[in-house]
């Protein structure tokens, strides 16, 4: 990063970020690439560059575009979310999603987009199939309607599927992943569509205020995380995989090891376990210095990535054991 060649983003002129974006949309079979500052970034100005005040986008209900964007499609672009329920791995299903498209009709907003995630946060983070991309391509195409993929982890999704990123993204007409989170650079997002279509997106990058200028410091790390860290990702899910299992044999903790498929693991506190989520939270975090994350009602959300190691799994395992053979009583 602190060697990187550098030169004014905002006119194009930042090598790195150049870089970056060309290793980047040739990975998703994309034309063009958009450095942004963030996943949130990405999607709206994705989100932006496909539809207009007053138009539509079909999105899960538990989608992290509609539910955790601070409502940003509607605050800023005036775009209408159509939020259609999703199933255990964020599919919505396909009849809904056609009942839900308006096209000619002068009482509603008319549709314009469905808003796609893969992994699916929300659902354990669950890598969705080639064949629903098949299948929302279809009713898009059908009714004229673009399709924008949020894909924050889309190489996890493609690691526990076992296909190139490609086999998806050439089903989607613009695609926005991270390049932190698992694949470990401290800052960023790609945005990447076709050429007219990131030409728009820059546009829409300006408006958000996301022109960074000598930006390719960032970018430099951008590239370290496409070129080096998704062919790690399986780690992350054997470290995912161990905990589950670990899990799974504690007295007092509900796990369903189907659903873990990437690097997520939820998992519950059964009836009989008197002890709050908050309290095991707090003896986590005096025992062994665990931090974790309620995420539900009586849920926790644990997630691996680089820098959490199999000791640390180990480590999580055995203060949790403890605490069952205490009789979870704080
Ligand atoms: C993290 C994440 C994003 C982007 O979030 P930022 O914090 O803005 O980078 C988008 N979608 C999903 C599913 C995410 O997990």
Redesign the pocket.
Known sequence: MATAPIGDDVYGEDPTINELEALASAKVGKEAGLFVA????G?LAAIFSHAGRGDQAIVGKDA??FR??AGGMSALGGVVPMPLETDFEGRMNLQEIESAIIKDDPHHAQTQLILL?NSF?KKNGAPLSKAYFIDIRQIADRHGLNVHL?G??LFNATTALGIEPTELTRHVDSV?F?L??GLCAPVG?VLCGSKPFIHQARRARKILGGGMRQAGILAAAGIIALTEMIERLPEDHAKARQLADGLSQISGIKVDLDSVRTNFVFFDLADEVMMSTTEIRNALQQEANILIDESGFRQFRAVTHYWVGMEDVQNLLSVLRYLSSKGWSS
């Not at 963030?38 to 970034?41: F, V, Y």
């Open positions: 963030s996943g949130t970034m999607n992290h575009t955790a964007e995630e946060a949020d924050a982890r926005t991270c932190s989170k997002s």
